[in-house]
């Protein structure tokens, strides 16, 4: 079972399996992203204004 306080990683429908992804999470206050080869390496986390400004949307679970 997964704890309440961990991030749900995410990354998208058209990664492949080839493992050359990265990973997001929406945290309570900021938008993190990591390296899916490395899960614990480590992590850049944006503020949701600098999320959107990347990617042109706002974080949305």
Same mark, same amino acid.
């Given at each position: 079972m997964r704890s309440t306080n961990s991030? $749900? !990683?995410r990354k998208s429908s058209h990664s492949g399996?080839?493992?050359a992804? %990265?990973?997001m999470a929406i945290? @309570?206050?900021a938008v @993190? %992203? $990591?390296d899916s080869k490395d899960?614990?390496?480590p992590t850049l986390v944006f503020s949701p @204004? @600098? !999320?959107a400004a990347f990617?042109?949307?706002p974080p949305r679970d």
């Open positions: 991030p $749900r !990683w399996d080839e493992g992804c %990265v990973e945290l @309570a206050t @993190a %992203v $990591r899960p614990t390496g @204004a @600098a !999320w990617t042109g949307a």
